[in-house]
């Protein structure tokens, strides 16, 4: 019972709603619009879990992103969309091995709870828009080889999906702004999909409880970021 008292206490009573929000939305959204793919319903409760955690910049949550990279690559696998199941697996699941790596290495003031918030440079700037658009270049061709359905939002959702996962490894605040350019694009993804298969709903419900967490994400790294630069 004390540790989950002080499990609990790690996190604002305003996380800990927003949390708790989103399980309870995914498990709504489960009960009525799937009922079978307990697949989906383990991964959404994962990726939330991971979302509350990245937002307080923990590295459970890169750890808890693999996790979810890997199964969230077999949904997508379901349902041809070939794309984010590249993505996935042969993308956001090895940088988030790395940014866990990244972040251990980088503790604020050695509390391995937090990770030190780390500023981009121009140059840098410059290099990563030109990286992401070669990444999003090369993906098309490779997407469209394989019939990806929904081409060009698929496409769209490897350009985020490169962008967020290179700044998390980095360390940057921005990783939780281009996760959550990515929850929209993934929205529509899974929008055109429920059109076919109304089970996917429940994918589309999860997304917006994760658009939410990465919106709270960004803006508290951007309150880390302050609170570390002001106390050294």
């Known amino acids: 019972m004390a540790r989950i008292k002080s499990a609990?206490?790690?996190?604002?009573?305003?996380?800990?709603?927003?949390?708790?929000?989103?399980?309870?939305?995914?498990?709504?959204?489960?009960?009525?619009?799937?009922?079978?793919?307990?697949?989906?319903?383990?991964?959404?409760?994962?990726?939330?879990?991971?979302?509350?955690?990245n937002a307080k910049g923990n590295p459970i949550g890169q750890a808890l992103m693999v996790v979810f990279s890997v199964l969230y690559g077999i949904i997508s696998y379901t349902f041809s969309y070939y794309g984010e199941m590249i993505t996935y697996l042969g993308m956001t699941a090895p940088m988030a091995v790395f940014a866990l790596i990244s972040w251990l290495r980088n503790p604020y003031n050695e509390n391995k709870s937090e990770v030190k918030v780390n500023s981009i440079k121009r140059a840098e700037v410059i290099f990563i828009l030109l990286l992401t658009a070669v990444v999003t270049f090369i993906f098309y061709f490779i997407l469209k080889h394989f019939h990806t359905a929904n081409l060009i939002p698929s496409t769209l959702s490897v350009t985020t999906s490169f962008l967020a996962v290179y700044l998390t490894f980095r360390r940057s605040a921005y990783f939780a702004l281009a996760y959550a350019?990515?929850?929209?694009?993934?929205?529509?993804?899974?929008?055109?999909?429920?059109?076919?298969?109304?089970?996917?709903?429940?994918?589309?419900?999860?997304?917006?409880?994760?658009?939410?967490?990465?919106?709270?994400?960004?803006?508290n790294w951007l309150k880390m970021k302050k609170r570390q630069q002001r106390n050294g």
């Open 8 to 53: 609990l206490s790690y996190f604002s009573k305003s996380e800990l709603v927003l949390w708790s929000s989103s399980i309870l939305l995914i498990f709504v959204s489960f009960a009525s619009f799937d009922r079978e793919n307990y697949l989906t319903l383990t991964a959404s409760v994962i990726g939330a879990t991971s979302l509350i955690f």
């Open 181 to 219: 350019a990515n929850d929209i694009i993934l929205i529509v993804l899974w929008i055109l999909a429920s059109l076919s298969d109304v089970s996917y709903i429940s994918v589309i419900i999860c997304f917006v409880a994760f658009l939410a967490n990465d919106i709270y994400g960004f803006i």
